[in-house]
Each structure stands twice: as structure tokens, then as C-alpha cells.
């Protein structure tokens, strides 16, 4: 099926996220003690939707979703790898970017969502690199072009075979008529720091930029004549490997294939239902607490995998989040609730907090933060409910601080209890955003005082006015007022217009101090939205939608 | 004349900036020993282009260029103003905001050009209270509603009358569809510290927020009841002014009328000349070298007022700029030439430098400063070209790390030396760009080397070979080559869609950290320019054309 045109709301092309190895099509992993290597040879019969052939080692959203699983499995699944390497295993071409007819034919909203899910995979590539002691090299053993070489800067390293054709390239403004845009521009000059005249000369040449000149203006790392290229690839792998802290014998946790029921209005996984309002357009996502109390050790975590607590919500959420995105975008307003004893998640979040040294502890860890980092640059509102029976304790109560706005029932609407809220350590230092603070030194930012009294109240239960006094949430209206507030407020948000909320929203969830993320997200991605919109690159003589066809684009010449 | 219409070569409205306090219809000053006060009172039948009234003290290009003048002559004009209170002559009302007749008949290109506009004078004014010493207060005498509150976002202080109907709100997103994107977004989680959740709230609610919750918000800084509102203003001014460095018994220099010749495609100013291409799309701005040698003395510089050489030039570069922007959108290159005696331009800059305490050389150095950042933010693409007879020295120079990219001659065209370029310690701190670097170490970021190498090199004269190799140039043909290369540069810039290149020069112009203004420029804008695409905004049935006309705006519902 074709990728559906603009504001259905339901796209026709449902797409799956859950993956692994043996069922890829476009990517395969080997893996030599230390050393991983990633080998990209799309099968370019197999797109993701009808209508174009991933020729030329092209990317569609199909190929990103082999990519995230890789990535994940290699850092659960194998402790022992220490360095990464991503290659091709086409001749001569390393990859040439994102499908452009799939580009041309896709509407602006799967455009949108395929650029934010791969930049979310190629952060996830530094993660890996910087926190999780697993370093990634591009071993560039043809031309990386485009979306090839934005993968390609997403590693820490970039070698360059040296075989007289093969070069790094930005063509995308030449040819396109649109941004480097998963990344690229933001990496070239704020990671890559290449100086901002050659950047703006690298990325108005079509044929790109080898050899010498590619290490001087710093594009890539090293190049390698053909005959000693794998030699010096793995050499430098292993040199990278031994300067990691990955654990030694090890074993690694399997990704079992995550669960998952789907009805209709309904998507159930372990620890977490979404239930779907298309009446109201929007989704309620209620994450439940352990069943049973946190393991006593780190064997009993390896023991129970994918079925560690922390873990199966992490990974359910990451999927329910990613396929609301993709595959439901007429629902705006995502709705968090939880429920289940909260007392159980503290001690969860105290095995977490104290074994931050252990790999698998970390993995988790960083796999929460990145998931939670999902929420955070989610194009729709963001709202928490906290109810009677709900669990909003340490790893759960950094959503509330996740969320555009969060209400507290301040007390009763049965016989139980009225709800409370708890922070743990975890909501000080483990979870941090794009922008490098926790959600609570975001919340608070220019006001350390309040910070400082939050800390105070770890541990302890919180009513709503308690919370409230705090500054931890954001309403807490009362049981005679709980549910006209909240319909009216879904009504209310359900009638503004979608792209106004999401441009607010994108503006006001990251204050302090900005990153490559925020930058990519905020900033290159804000562009290329815009471009996307415009009919130089998407109109009917655009660029984007005439390359290939011989036609030459027909740009309105005026400057904006 | 009716704003026009999307793409036109040379819009109808041709605006000039140029203007005086005699010739002000909106505004007015008053001067009160160290309090200035300047008194918004729209006159609604003055609007700027045919087709909309300026009710409600709202406002629209024209409204704005003479705020930028106000500003400009308080800093100037007035050494003995230390504090300025910014307060409405309409009762009941501050400042409604933009024109929104105006934005929703305006075309992409004017709205995105206005909202620049306007973001750049209140980020002078802020300019003007954290360096300069006058410091602005918002005096609200009535609601501040949309760009009205923008504009009080700016000030260092907020009052508002406490009249039981004033009140401070941000409208945009639930009535018109669009961002606050003239800074409101960015200025009240970045600058006012809103926490995010209030701020989300805040900016959906329609009416706004007034009295003690305003406050505790952070949304201003206090409430006055009406009878008291006056004198606790004047109070709040001098306690302010109090602070300031600004000089006693100094007198100002007068903003005399700016001279300019203009003619089909030249305009030419003291000591700047702007020649238009309208074939290739470009303008070549020549910049020259004073005609004689610096002053030997403040007094001297104070008499010469507007004619001083570094502010002669600044005035007419600021002014060519605005033409360039919003009268000659076709031209999507800025070429940037010198010529003159560059080692004149050296004594200048020492004077400048070595007088950096004087308030006047402190509001010339931050004029320039301004100025150039008008020019980083330029939707153009621009060059330099270093030729024989230029005098890129010292504050010129610093142009050459303006621009994207810069081309200098390596030899001879004719019997004139070749070209040379010079480095002063004005390079090195005194004009930093909106990410509070210098041009240099932008440049340089990440490679601290060049910057040292550079800095040894003050005060010599480099020729196109020592330039190259200290990176302070991009390129450096020879004679044979440097006609053709030129030629060629051009015709393929022109031949770029300008979309891409706007996104791509926004990207790439800004490595390093960001700042309010870069997160203004660079994120709040691109969002804002995106949402004026988007047809829940801007189309036919969207919210900015149906306001006001008693039809609910249909949006499409699809998250993007």
C-alpha cells in the first residue's frame, strides 16, 4: 500500500516496530568477541510501503526499524561488545540516504515522524557511544551521501576507504531542495565543529569531498587505501574496545519478542494498556505497578530479563509511544495514568538507584531515559491524571514531570484513599532530558529553592495538596470538581489547532540550556518542517518530487 | 497599498525605516531627568498598508519601525536617561498585539519578515538594559494581550494596574492558531522561568491571568491599584535608575535624518553603497573606509556625531539591511566589498577600543554589534570578496566571519597591490554574535589552536595565501581564475531553492551554545515560520483569516 496522503486518520501503512535479526531484510549483525559489525544491504524490494525500490543501499522507515533493533540488542544482548563498527555490504556505496521517491510520495506527516524516529535511532547510536561503553565507527567503504553520511556522524569515528570515487556528501540543498535534516547540519558544525564557510561549501557540493581535504575541513576521521581497509577497520575497532568499561563474561539478556494484544480501541502489553478515544481524539496510557517486590540481586534481574519490571514497562511504553505516533495521528492528547502499589516501585527504584555500576543496571537506565525522551519530543499534548489507586512513585513520577500539565484528585471518589505521589532519588540525577537536566531542575529552573525543597520530600507520600505546595504538579481539583475538569479540558484542547499546540509545546517543554539534541529537535528539525511545507522542495514541481524524473524543479525565487 | 501577495520581485509596500519623534504617529517620548517614558497611542487610521485599522493599540511594521527609532534616540540622544518606562496612552489598554487583519492579509514572506523585524528591537531593548545602563520597565495600564505582552516581556520590570480587568495573556494559540512568536514563547520559560506546566496553561487561556496569580507565576513582577499605579511607577523608575552607570552632565549626539540617494538599483549612503542586480538576483553592499584620519579625542568624536566613520557606516549598513529584507526580497545574495584606506579604519578601531568606558563609544560598539547581527540573522545567503583597494580591517574584517563564505584575490588584476586583510582586538571581544561568542570563535569552536594563531596575527596585514592559512578566508583564487569563480559562485547559488538555503544557513551560521536570542532566531521562529505555512493558520478556512469575522476556523486534526 501506498504511504497515506495528508490527515488520515488512520494511515493505511500500520506499521510494526518489533523486529529481530532473524526476520530483517536490510540489516545483519556479526559479532567477533569484542567487536560488533553492522552490515547495511538493503533489499531494495522490500520497502515499507508501495511505490519505490530502496535502491543504492536508501533508507525508508522499514530499514530504521531493523537499525533501532539492532542497536537495542547489541547493548542488552551482548555485554561483551565494545565497539561497533556500521558498514555496508553493497560495493562501492556505503548508503545513499533516505529513499527520495519515498520522500517525494510520503505526506508531510510521515515525513515528519520518519525524520524524528531516525534522529531518535542516531542519538540513541551516541548514547550507546557515550554512556553505555559500546563505541560506534562508520567504516565507509563507498560513498555515504545525504542520510548515509548523517548516519555516518552519528559514530564516533568515520573511516573513508580511499578507492578514488568513494566521498562523503551533503546533497540534499543542491539536489532536493531540503535540509540535511536527521541530524546532519547540527552535527557538521556542533559536532564535527567543521568551521561554518567549508560546512556551507561541503553542503553545496553534489559530489561531495574525499581524501585529504575530508580530514582537513574535518568531515571524516581517516581514509584507507582499499587493500588494507577491513586490516585497519578492525585494528581500530580493537584499539576503541579496550578502552571500554563494558563487563567481561557477562551474559547478556535476550529481547524476547514483546507482547502485545491489539484490538480496535485497545493495545494491551505487559504492565501497560492504551486504550483509544477516537470519539475525543486521544489515548489514555495506564502503566502498572510490579505485581510482585523488587529482586533481592542482580542475578535475579539477569534471571528475569525482558520480565524485569522496570524493563517490560520501558519497552512497552517505547513501542505503545512510537505506534500512537506513527500509526495514530488524529489522536493529539496522550493521557498517562498508572496504578497498582507504589510502595513496590520504590523499591525497585532503590535496586536501580544502587546498582548504577552494574552494565544491565545502566542499560535500563539509559533505555528509560531515552524512552521518556520520546515523550518529552512528542508532537502531541502530554497530560497526567493522578487517581485513587494510582502509583506515581520515583521512575513513574518523573512523568508527571514529563507532561505538558498534570492534575491530582485533592481527595476521595470511592471508599479508597485519596491519591498520593512519592519521589525517589531517581528523580534527581538518572533521568536526565535532552537539554542535560533532570525534569525537576527543568521545572524548576531559576528556582533552586523549590528544587531544594523537593528533595527534601523523598520518600515521603504526598496528597495533593502536599504535591500542590510543592510545585509538582499542576492542578488538584476536588472530587465534586475532578470530572468536569478533566472533560472540559480534553474538550478544550481537542478544539485548538494541532500544529499551534505542537509548536507550543516543542517551546515550552525545553527551557535552560541547549544540546546537539535540543538542537536537532528544535531547531534543524523546525526547518525542515518548514521546508517540508513549502512547494520549492514538496510542490508538484518541487524538487523533492521531480528528482529522477529529468524534470528540472521550478523554485519561486523569493526569499522569506 | 495592500501587503503584497506572495513572491512578488519588489513588493508594493516599500517601507522606509527611516523616521523622527516629530514625525511619529504611535508613539511618543518623554523626558524627565533620568526617566524616559515612551507612550504607545496607535493611531488606528495610520496603518502602515491599506486594508486594516489599528484598533486597540495594536500594532503592525509601521508601529514598530518607529519604536526601533524611539529606542535608538533614547540611547543616543539621551546619556541622561537611565531608566525607560514603556506604558500605553489608551485606557484600559496596553498593547493588543499585532495587527491581526494585518497578519491575515499579509503574505508568508511579510509576516516572517515583520515577526524578525520586531523580535530584533525588543531584543535592543534588552540590548539597551543589560549594557547601556537604561533600563526598561513595562508600565501596563491596561491589558497586555499577544505581542503586547511580547513587547512587556522585554522590559526589565512588570507593573500592572490592578483595576480588576488588566491583565497579562498570550491568546495566540487558542484564538489565531499561531505561536507568541515574536519571543513570548521563548521569554517566558527562558527568560521569566515560568515552570512549563503554568506556562502551557498560560498560553491556552484566553483571558489570561491577572493580579496575585500573575505574579506567583512569574509573569510580572507586581500589581499597583489604579490610584496609586502613577507614582509607583515614577517610584519603581528612579529606583532603578539610581543603579545606572550612565553619565551626569554629558550632552547626547542628535540621530540627524539619515542621507540616502536611491535610485532604481542603487542607493547609496555616506560611506555605503548598495548596487542591485535585479538580473542575478543579488545586492553588492561596499562598505568605505573613512576619508580621514581618526578623531584624537572624545570631544572631537562627540562633535562629529552621526558623522563619526564607525557610526556613519553602522546607521547606513542597518538601514540597507532592513531595505534589502523587506523591499527587495528577490535578491538572495548579499555581496559585502570594502574599499578605502584600511589602515585609517585600524585608528578608528583603537580608538574605539581603548575608549570602551566612554557611554558614547559603548553605544556605538553595541550599535555595530546589533547591526551585524541583523546580519547573521539575514535570510540571504552572503559573501565576501576581498579585491584590490579593499579594507577589510578590524570592525570590517569582522564581516568576513559574518558571512557565509568569503573569496580574496591571491595577487594582482592590475597595477593595485593585491589585497590584503587585517585583524584588530576588536575581532577578539568587542562584537559578539547572539550566541555570545565572538565571530572567531564561532569560527574556530572546537579548535582553539586557530583562534590562538589568529589572535598573534593582530595588526598584521595578511595577503590571500597568509589569510588561507590562518582560516580566516574560505578561498583564494588567483587572477586567472577569480572572474570565472565568482561568476560561477553566483549562478549556482541563485540556482538553489531559497527555502533550503534559508534552513541551511540558519543551521550552519551558529555553532556553540545558545542563548534567548539564538533560541528566539533559531527555534521559536523556525516553529513560527512553519505554523504560518500551515493551512489551520493560514489558509482559507484558518484561524487568521476567519478571526474576527464570526466563523470558527475547521482545523485539520492530524498530528504532525
Same mark, same amino acid.
Given at each position: 500500500?501506498?504511504?497515506?496522503?495528508?490527515?488520515?486518520? *488512520?494511515?493505511?501503512?500500520?506499521l510494526d516496530f518489533?523486529?529481530?535479526?532473524?526476520?530483517?531484510?536490510?540489516?545483519?549483525?556479526?559479532?567477533?568477541?569484542?567487536?560488533?559489525?553492522?552490515?547495511?544491504?538493503?533489499?531494495? *524490494?522490500?520497502?515499507?510501503?508501495?511505490?519505490?525500490?530502496?535502491?543504492?543501499?536508501?533508507?525508508?522507515?522499514?530499514?530504521?526499524?531493523?537499525?533501532?533493533?539492532?542497536?537495542?540488542?547489541?547493548?542488552?544482548?551482548?555485554? !561483551?561488545?565494545?565497539?561497533?563498527?556500521?558498514?555496508?555490504?553493497?560495493?562501492?556505496?556505503?548508503?545513499?540516504?533516505?529513499?527520495?521517491?519515498?520522500?517525494?510520495?510520503?505526506?508531510?506527516?510521515?515525513?515528519?515522524?520518519?525524520?524524528?524516529?531516525?534522529?531518535?535511532?542516531?542519538?540513541?547510536?551516541?548514547?550507546?557511544?557515550?554512556?553505555?561503553?559500546?563505541?560506534?565507527?562508520?567504516?565507509?567503504?563507498?560513498?555515504?551521501?545525504?542520510? %548515509?553520511?548523517?548516519?555516518?556522524?552519528?559514530?564516533?569515528?568515520?573511516?573513508?576507504?580511499?578507492? %578514488?570515487?568513494?566521498?562523503?556528501?551533503?546533497?540534499?540543498?543542491?539536489?532536493?531542495?531540503?535540509?540535511?535534516?536527521?541530524?546532519?547540519?547540527?552535527?557538521?558544525?556542533?559536532?564535527?565543529?567543521?568551521?561554518?564557510?567549508?560546512?556551507?561549501?561541503?553542503?553545496?557540493?553534489?559530489?561531495?569531498?574525499?581524501?585529504?581535504?575530508?580530514?582537513?575541513?574535518?568531515?571524516?576521521?581517516?581514509?584507507?587505501?582499499?587493500?588494507?581497509?577491513?586490516?585497519?577497520?578492525?585494528?581500530?575497532?580493537?584499539?576503541?574496545?579496550?578502552?571500554?568499561?563494558?563487563?567481561?563474561?557477562? +551474559?547478556?539478556?535476550?529481547?524476547?519478542?514483546?507482547?502485545r494484544?491489539?484490538?480496535?480501541?485497545?493495545i494491551?502489553?505487559?504492565?501497560?494498556?492504551v486504550?483509544?478515544?477516537?470519539?475525543?481524539?486521544?489515548?489514555?496510557?495506564?502503566?502498572?505497578?510490579?505485581?510482585?517486590?523488587?529482586?533481592?540481586?542482580?542475578?535475579?534481574?539477569?534471571?528475569?530479563?525482558?520480565?524485569?519490571?522496570?524493563?517490560?514497562?520501558?519497552?512497552?511504553?517505547?513501542d505503545a509511544l512510537l505506534h500512537l505516533r506513527f500509526n495514530e495521528?488524529?489522536?493529539?492528547?496522550?493521557?498517562?495514568?498508572?496504578?497498582?502499589?507504589?510502595?513496590?516501585?520504590?523499591?525497585?527504584?532503590?535496586?536501580? %538507584?544502587?546498582?548504577?555500576?552494574?552494565?544491565?543496571?545502566?542499560?535500563?537506565?539509559?533505555?528509560?531515559?531515552?524512552?521518556? *525522551?520520546?515523550?518529552?519530543?512528542?508532537?502531541?499534548?502530554?497530560?497526567?491524571?493522578?487517581?485513587?489507586?494510582?502509583?506515581?512513585?520515583?521512575?513513574?513520577?518523573?512523568?508527571?514531570?514529563?507532561?505538558?500539565?498534570?492534575?491530582?484528585?485533592?481527595? =476521595?471518589?470511592? =471508599?479508597?484513599?485519596?491519591?498520593?505521589?512519592?519521589?525517589?532519588?531517581?528523580?534527581?540525577?538518572?533521568?536526565?532530558?535532552?537539554?542535560?537536566?533532570?525534569?525537576?531542575?527543568?521545572?524548576?529552573?531559576?528556582?533552586?529553592?523549590?528544587?531544594?525543597?523537593? *528533595? =527534601?520530600?523523598?520518600?515521603?507520600?504526598?496528597?495533593?495538596?502536599?504535591?500542590? !505546595?510543592?510545585?509538582?504538579?499542576?492542578?488538584?481539583?476536588?472530587?465534586?470538581?475532578? !470530572?468536569?475538569?478533566?472533560?472540559?479540558?480534553?474538550?478544550?484542547?481537542?478544539?485548538?489547532?494541532?500544529?499551534?499546540?505542537?509548536?507550543?509545546?516543542?517551546?515550552?517543554?525545553?527551557?535552560?540550556?541547549?544540546?546537539?539534541?535540543?538542537?536537532?529537535?528544535?531547531?534543524?528539525?523546525?526547518? =525542515?518542517?518548514?521546508?517540508?511545507?513549502? +512547494?520549492?522542495?514538496?510542490?508538484?514541481?518541487?524538487?523533492?518530487?521531480?528528482?529522477?524524473?529529468?524534470?528540472?524543479?521550478?523554485?519561486?525565487? %523569493?526569499?522569506?
Open positions: 500500500m501506498h504511504i497515506e496522503s495528508e490527515s488520515a486518520d *488512520k494511515p493505511a501503512l500500520q518489533r523486529t529481530a535479526p532473524d526476520d530483517y531484510r536490510h540489516w545483519s549483525i556479526s559479532v567477533d568477541g569484542p567487536v560488533a559489525t553492522l552490515i547495511m544491504a538493503v533489499d531494495e *524490494k522490500s520497502p515499507a510501503a508501495e511505490g519505490y525500490e530502496l535502491k543504492l543501499n536508501s533508507y525508508d522507515v522499514g530499514v530504521d526499524i531493523e537499525l533501532y533493533d539492532a542497536v537495542q540488542r547489541l547493548r542488552f544482548e551482548h555485554p !561483551e561488545v565494545r565497539a561497533v563498527v556500521i558498514t555496508s555490504g553493497i560495493d562501492g556505496m556505503f548508503c545513499a540516504g533516505a529513499n527520495i521517491r519515498m520522500l517525494g510520495t510520503s505526506s508531510h506527516s510521515h515525513k515528519v515522524n520518519f525524520c524524528k524516529f531516525t534522529n531518535e535511532t542516531r542519538n540513541s547510536i551516541e548514547d550507546a557511544s557515550h554512556h553505555s561503553g559500546q563505541v560506534y565507527i562508520a567504516a565507509l567503504n563507498g560513498t555515504a551521501a545525504g542520510g %548515509g553520511y548523517e548516519l555516518a556522524l552519528a559514530t564516533e569515528y568515520l573511516m573513508l576507504i580511499d578507492d %578514488g570515487n568513494a566521498a562523503v556528501s551533503l546533497p540534499e540543498v543542491p539536489l532536493l531542495a531540503v535540509l540535511p535534516g536527521t541530524g546532519g547540519l547540527t552535527r557538521v558544525v556542533d559536532k564535527r565543529m567543521v568551521r561554518r564557510d567549508l560546512a556551507d561549501v561541503f553542503c553545496t557540493v553534489e559530489e561531495g569531498v574525499k581524501g585529504q581535504r575530508a580530514i582537513d575541513w574535518r568531515l571524516i576521521d581517516e581514509t584507507v587505501p582499499r587493500s588494507k581497509f577491513a586490516a585497519r577497520v578492525t585494528e581500530k575497532a580493537r584499539e576503541i574496545a579496550a578502552e571500554s568499561d563494558r563487563p567481561e563474561g557477562e +551474559p547478556g539478556i535476550k529481547l524476547e519478542r514483546l507482547e494484544a491489539q484490538t480496535e480501541n485497545e494491551r502489553y505487559p504492565f501497560v494498556a486504550t483509544l478515544n477516537r470519539v475525543e481524539r486521544n489515548a489514555t496510557i495506564e502503566i502498572q505497578a510490579p505485581e510482585s517486590d523488587a529482586p533481592d540481586d542482580m542475578r535475579s534481574v539477569q534471571e528475569q530479563g525482558v520480565d524485569f519490571w522496570p524493563l517490560a514497562v520501558t519497552r512497552a511504553l517505547d495521528p488524529a489522536l493529539g492528547t496522550l493521557i498517562i495514568k498508572t496504578s497498582g502499589d507504589g510502595s513496590r516501585i520504590a523499591a525497585y527504584d532503590a535496586l536501580l %538507584g544502587g546498582n548504577q555500576d552494574n552494565w544491565l543496571i545502566r542499560e535500563i537506565l539509559l533505555y528509560i531515559q531515552r524512552t521518556f *525522551k520520546r515523550l518529552d519530543v512528542t508532537s502531541r499534548t502530554t497530560f497526567a491524571f493522578v487517581e485513587p489507586g494510582s502509583c506515581f512513585v520515583g521512575m513513574l513520577a518523573d512523568l508527571l514531570f514529563a507532561v505538558d500539565r498534570s492534575y491530582m484528585l485533592d481527595g =476521595q471518589l470511592d =471508599q479508597r484513599p485519596g491519591p498520593t505521589i512519592r519521589l525517589t532519588n531517581l528523580n534527581f540525577g538518572a533521568l536526565l532530558m535532552a537539554n542535560g537536566l533532570t525534569r525537576l531542575e527543568t521545572r524548576f529552573i531559576g528556582d533552586s529553592d523549590s528544587l531544594e525543597t523537593a *528533595k =527534601q520530600l523523598i520518600g515521603q507520600d504526598l496528597d495533593a495538596q502536599a504535591a500542590l !505546595e510543592a510545585g509538582l504538579i499542576t492542578y488538584a481539583p476536588d472530587d465534586i470538581d475532578w !470530572e468536569d475538569e478533566l472533560r472540559l479540558l480534553l474538550e478544550e484542547r481537542a478544539s485548538f489547532s494541532p500544529d499551534a499546540l505542537t509548536g507550543m509545546e516543542a517551546n515550552l517543554r525545553f527551557a535552560g540550556p541547549e544540546t546537539l539534541e535540543t538542537k536537532i529537535f528544535g531547531r534543524l528539525s523546525a526547518w =525542515q518542517n518548514w521546508i517540508f511545507q513549502r +512547494p520549492n522542495a514538496a510542490g508538484e514541481s518541487g524538487a523533492l518530487k521531480l528528482y529522477g524524473t529529468g524534470k528540472r524543479a521550478k523554485y519561486d525565487r %523569493g526569499r522569506v
